[in-house]
């Protein structure tokens, strides 16, 4: 994939993007996940109603689940907005949870066509964890289940 001056920062997210899955998959394939996760369940709507096909993002920002000498190591979970809102977070394989520790959340939430983004349903700043304005959220050493995400947009 070539990024060109367009929108050179959503070529970098969809690359990231591209990343992470094939992590995802790699991480299957090892004897075992470097670090003990725990299942997360949530679930995301955007003006009450479910964001499905949403892909949910977790940021470390504590020693519990980053690596602040290495960030590019750092496990990223990520989930993906069911028909009826709900998810539940991977790191190494299918729905297996996320480290103990504190994440920042970011959503990515586009429609797709022939393989193709024709359309961010979110603003791009919801991609960013810092600029998402969704709340910090702490995964701990048991079964999580978060509380409801509800993101108001105005004319949707």
């Given amino acids: 994939m070539t990024c060109i001056n367009r929108e050179d920062r959503v070529c970098r997210r969809l690359l990231d993007l591209a990343w992470a899955v094939g992590l995802l998959a790699l991480g299957g394939c090892s004897s075992g996940p470097p670090v003990p996760v725990f299942a997360v369940k949530g679930q995301l709507f ?13 940021h470390p920002i504590d020693a519990g ?3 602040t000498e290495k960030p590019a190591t750092n496990p990223r979970p990520s989930g993906v907005v069911q028909e009826d809102g ?7 394989g299918t729905k297996d949870g996320a480290p103990a520790g504190r994440y920042r959340v970011a959503v990515n939430w586009t429609k797709t066509s022939g393989g193709d983004v024709d359309e961010h349903l ?33 004319g949707r």
């Fill in 86 to 92: 709900t998810f539940e977070m991977s790191t190494y």
């Fill in 122 to 154: 979110l603003p791009m700043d919801f991609m960013d964890p810092y600029k998402a304005g969704l709340p910090v959220v702490e995964v701990k050493s048991q079964s999580n289940v978060l509380p409801p995400f509800n993101i108001k947009r105005a």
């Fill in 65 to 67: 689940a980053a690596n």
């Fill in 46 to 58: 955007v003006n009450n109603k479910p964001a499905q096909g949403a892909v949910v993002w977790f």
